[in-house]
């Protein structure tokens, strides 16, 4: 089978997908139109977006550090230097609350692909046959044993140009 890669704003209507945490991190730091007009159009129910619980954990914890330092509560985006801050004040999470309204937004967004420990060793197979990392292997895994298997994936990550039977998504305009 062959790779695809695609610009997003060709995605046909009625194409099931699975988005990676980039697409969601770019729209909301205002880095690519193409994010916005997809996620819109997510929103209207053109296109039924698919996520697992990896995705939404790690779009928080983005969606944090970017709160933190838009607000100055930290002056680069580590997140080992939240941490830092946080250790010396735990109540300046009590400020940041954007990304949690961020989060529950998307969550009206998606449909959430189940993951679970059978999945972390059953996807030692997507591991091996393509040389992903373990978070790959389970977005690939989640795409896989959904039924019908999804075959297109949202992401301006290159980790997922060499696997077949893909067709790749990706933002063409990001600044």
């Not at 838009?70 to 735990?90: F, P, V, W």
């Not at 997922?160 to 600044?175: A, N, Q, R, Y």
């Amino acid at each position: 089978m062959t790779i695809q890669i695609q610009s997003i704003d060709h995605l046909q209507k009625n194409t099931p997908v699975f988005v990676d945490t980039n697409i969601f991190d770019l729209y909301y730091r205002g880095k690519s139109d193409s994010c916005k007009r997809f996620l819109h159009r997510v929103q209207q129910g053109e296109v039924t977006a698919y996520v697992n619980l990896l995705v939404l954990t790690d779009l928080n914890h983005k969606l944090m550090l970017a709160e933190a330092y838009q607000k100055g509560y930290i002056n680069r985006l580590s997140a080992a230097h939240l941490k830092d801050q946080l250790e010396k004040n735990r109540s300046l999470m009590q400020h940041l609350v954007t990304h949690q309204t961020r989060l529950e937004e998307v969550l009206t967004l998606v449909k959430i692909l189940p993951l679970d420990s059978q999945l972390l060793v059953d996807t030692q197979q997507e591991r091996q046959d393509y040389g992903l990392m373990t978070t790959d292997s389970l977005h690939l895994g989640s795409m896989n044993r959904h039924q019908p298997p999804l075959t297109h994936i949202v992401t301006y990550d290159s980790d997922f140009e060499h696997v077949s039977g893909l067709t790749i998504w990706k933002p063409m305009d990001v600044v």
